[in-house]
């Protein structure tokens, strides 16, 4: 069997893309394994993942890309101009190879909105170094992503709390 | 909107379900939030997770109470011994209600192989203190349990490595 950098994939409309991630990002860390983060849409730095992050020093790289939510943005010029730099930057990262894991986080959003071009990011993707493993969250993946992909997972969502009335709350959602 | 402890479930056949409950747990941690964690069945403490999560130091209670694959098991009385060892551990956890969040990674195995009482189980968990986080992890998750659950996502394999020949590796699988 192969060793190889995989190219993984979580989307799907339940919890976890994220959550996920962030669990891959510590497991590499706990080995002493280089990680970067690249968050293309939530732009709050209060998370408590951030905290967390910050005991791993320089093992961990983190960039905020965009500001906000899409769909809540008053400013798309803005919300481009912050999704094509977080790409820009991920595509420097990924050709660098220094990583052991970059992720890009819900980055199928500046895709589906064309705010990146896919085509060029399937290429980047498909020419990266070969050890490198790069993750991809966010809902509706493109097709052509998915299919060049090693690794997919969609999170389903089975059951839903804010769905039941019940808010976000500190410690399990952010 | 209410704000309560949450009854959730990792489930499905797809990668992800361990590692987004560890994700969830860093974020606690993060916000220097307690979290316990029972793991179930896998039984290695050379996981990256584990090394990261020392440095958390007394917000992490981290318990295994199994030592290996069920399936792959050749002492199935040591592992039901094992199982219900961690459940008597979880649920005076589970009582005592100290932590903000409790993790049961991979309990469905103990759950759908009869190694713990589903009943008593889903009396305690009906009966967990008000404020108390609880996930459980695993594949097959009865349905009781989703029934009963506050959410419920299901890990959904599109596409695996290990169906195509990559083997597992540092840094991802565990």
Chains 1, 2 share one sequence.
């Not at 961990?60 to 919300?79: N, T, Y």
Request: aromatic share 8%; hydrophobic share 45%.
């Amino acid at each position: 069997m192969a060793t190889k950098g995989l190219l993984m994939v979580h989307t799907g409309h339940g919890k976890g893309k994220t959550t996920a991630a962030l669990g891959l990002a510590f497991r590499a860390l706990g080995h002493r394994l280089p990680v970067c983060i690249i968050q293309f849409i939530k732009g709050t730095w209060k998370y408590g993942e951030l905290t967390a992050a910050e005991r791993f020093g320089d093992l961990l790289e983190f960039h905020v890309a965009g500001k906000g939510f899409i769909w809540k943005s008053k400013d798309p010029a803005s919300d481009r101009q912050a999704a094509r730099e977080g790409w820009e930057l991920a595509r420097s990262r990924i050709a660098a190879g220094k990583h052991h894991l970059i992720i890009l986080d819900e980055f199928t959003y500046a895709l589906k909105y064309g705010m990146v071009d896919e085509e060029e990011v399937l290429a980047v993707l498909r020419h990266k170094p070969e050890a490198l493993h790069v993750l991809i969250t966010g809902r509706d993946a493109p097709p052509a992503l998915i299919e060049l992909a090693d690794l997919v997972t969609e999170m389903r969502a089975v059951k839903h709390p804010l769905k039941a009335g019940i808010k976000a709350q500190k410690g399990i959602e952010f």
